[in-house]
């Protein structure tokens, strides 16, 4: 096996909502790169990690096609993909390996705003546009709707105005494009948020271990997100109070003060977040001096 073989490839999104949300992560992991200058690969200079940025839709198959190890990719195209390897008789050859907790958002199902809409029944014997087939489908099959699904491949919310479809199922973030093209929401259909997906193809001990590397910093990065390190002051008497106040922190470190007896420091690493009424109750219950810090890693 050749060294250019030992490198871990990670499929990402080149542009769209989930580009500089998944480099960034990557960067936090520790990974430093350089950008090729056609900008679709980026070469890992302290790892051996290499991204190749690609469209989001191409992600799934690359990795199951072992192209990629990894891949950055919103669980709405992995479900797609899936039931598309399933309605061709066959697998995808890739596991979800990961949440991210980013890029949340939902293909849903919506109607022109003058439109009536009484539930799911409404939807029967009508047109509905998406680039979603598979997904759609399956809903559709679930709640023993029939439905023609006309398939396009992009600017799905423009398909009611052209009087190619009655109602439109499309992805929604912050739901300005369905506003701009007026449309209303009516039936949520999936919920979907970034996902790591990994190749079922066997990787090198090498390469696994690299994976493992990567997924257990993916876990660091995602766990100091709200994660802060609280220092204060507290009288002894009002210790188990103010344990019991610090957000999200089961075993604070108790550290006795020179000269004063009465007294402790208390730190500890609270993983919610923690606002301006904590540190006010936390003060209320006798706490003084009290300091609080970002967290930058974390290693379980
Ligand atoms: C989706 C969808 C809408 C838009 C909705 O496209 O097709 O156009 O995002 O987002 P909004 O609710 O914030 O307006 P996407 O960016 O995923 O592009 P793609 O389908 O070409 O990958
Ligand atoms: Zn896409």
Redesign the pocket.
Known sequence: MNTKEQRIKIAV?KS??LTDHSLDLLERCGLKFTQSKDQLFCYGENMPVDLLLV???DIPALVSDDVCDLGIV?L??VEEKRLQFENNGGEGQFDRVFQLDFGH?HLAIAAPEAASYDGVASLQNTRIAT?YTGILTDFLARNNIQAEIVYFS????IAPKLGRADFVC?????????S?NQLREVETVFESEAVVIQTRAPLSDLKQEWVARILQRLDGVLQVRESKYIMLHAPRAALAEITRLLPGSEFPTVIPLEGQPDKVAVHAVCREFVFWETLENLKSAGASSLLVLPVEKMLA
Do not use: I, K, Y
Not at 154 to 157: D, I, K, P, Q, S
Not at 170 to 178: F, H, I, N, P
């Open positions: 999104q769209g909502r469209r989001d839709d919103g709405n195209v958002c680039s992009g600017a799905v919310e499309d992805l929604v973030s912050s739901g300005a494009t369905l701009a």
